[in-house]
């Protein structure tokens, strides 16, 4: 699995103009799920993302995670993110997991987060065409991949 984590101000999500998710002070995370990831890999990722020190502290250093700074969390499915560029100029998704892994990793990783969080996580709607507004804080945007374990 790979995330995009961005720090915001604000981030939204719509399908067809209405609003799916939306929240404040937090995090964005764009979440793309890959051939062959398994629930460890969801709940590793769960584990980083709501222990991440991207927030700042009183002293103006990025001391803090999400759970310290009371920041809200929105989740967004894509693909996208397997995308492979090795050959020519149009990207490849063969390493995209198929829609029912997919969606279920993806369910998963919602899951753990807001478990680990004790409150909800706003999400975006799994295979739509979304729409996706942020004001990125910062801009601090960190990618993780749970195949690299960095």
């Given at each position: 699995?790979?995330?995009?984590?961005?720090?915001?101000?604000?981030?939204?999500?719509?399908?067809?103009?209405?609003?799916?998710?939306?929240?404040?002070?937090?995090?964005?995370?764009?979440?793309?799920?890959?051939?062959?990831?398994?629930?460890?890999?969801?709940r590793w990722?769960?584990?980083?993302?709501?222990?991440?020190?991207?927030?700042?502290?009183?002293?103006?250093?990025?001391?803090?995670?999400?759970?310290?700074a009371g920041?809200?969390?929105?989740?967004?499915?894509?693909?996208?993110?397997?995308?492979?560029?090795?050959?020519?100029?149009?990207?490849?998704?063969?390493?995209?997991?198929?829609?029912?892994?997919?969606?279920a990793?993806?369910?998963a990783?919602?899951?753990?987060?807001?478990?680990?969080?004790?409150?909800?996580?706003?999400?975006?709607?799994?295979?739509?065409d979304?729409?996706v507004?942020?004001?990125?804080?910062?801009?601090?945007?960190?990618?993780?991949?749970?195949?690299?374990?960095?």
């Amino acid at each position: 699995m790979r995330i995009v984590i961005q720090r915001v101000t604000r981030a939204q999500v719509s399908v067809g103009g209405d609003v799916k998710g939306v929240v404040g002070r937090g995090m964005m995370v764009l979440v793309g799920v890959e051939n062959g990831d398994e629930e460890a890999d969801a709940r590793w990722l769960a584990d980083k993302t709501v222990a991440l020190r991207i927030f700042d502290d009183e002293a103006g250093v990025m001391n803090r995670s999400i759970l310290d700074a009371g920041g809200d969390v929105l989740a967004v499915s894509q693909f996208t993110l397997t995308a492979s560029t090795r050959k020519g100029n149009r990207p490849s998704y063969i390493r995209a997991a198929g829609h029912e892994p997919a969606t279920a990793l993806y369910d998963a990783y919602c899951r753990m987060v807001a478990e680990r969080l004790g409150r909800p996580v706003a999400r975006g709607v799994f295979g739509a065409d979304m729409q996706v507004e942020l004001v990125n804080d910062g801009p601090v945007t960190i990618v993780i991949d749970s195949r690299l374990r960095e």
